[in-house]
Nanobody, 123 residues
Framework: QVTLVESGGGLMQTGGSLRLSCTAS????????VAWFRQAPGKEREFVAG????????DYADSVKGRFTISTDNAKNTVYLQMNSLKPEDTAVYYC????????????????WGQGTQVTVSS
């Protein structure tokens, strides 16, 4: 059984930083593509950042480029999302997701999802 558990969310002021973690059980992250999505109240879930199998490449939404960094720790089977220079518009529930095959930034391509962690950025 595959389980993804996110952590690290919380309340932060504008300009602050948070690091989200996503730890997997039941699969080895290095063999899968991993992505972070977020969903703000009243909005659709959107792609934030992703890393391909083995960490060969990364991809970011334009809204977070230069501020967010996705990385992996294979020994811990964990993927991180370092979020710097946070803005109020970053407020959302953040989800990690994983899939095999090719990398995708389309949420319906992802089979396994975590439960989400809330990030709130105050102005």
């Amino acid at each position: 059984q595959v389980t993804l558990v996110e952590s690290g969310g919380g309340l932060m002021q504008t300009g602050g930083s948070l690091r989200l973690s996503c730890t997997a059980s039941g699969l080895t992250f290095s063999l899968y593509n991993v992505a972070w999505f977020r969903q703000a109240p009243g909005k659709e879930r959107e792609f934030v950042a992703g890393i391909s199998r083995g960490g060969a490449s990364t991809d970011y939404a334009d809204s977070v480029k230069g501020r967010f960094t996705i990385s992996t720790d294979n020994a811990k089977n964990t993927v991180y999302l370092q979020m710097n220079s946070l803005k109020p518009e970053d407020t959302a529930v953040y989800y990690c997701a994983t899939r095999g095959g090719y990398f995708s930034d389309y949420l319906r391509d992802y089979r396994y999802w975590g439960q989400g962690t809330q990030v709130t950025v105050s102005s």
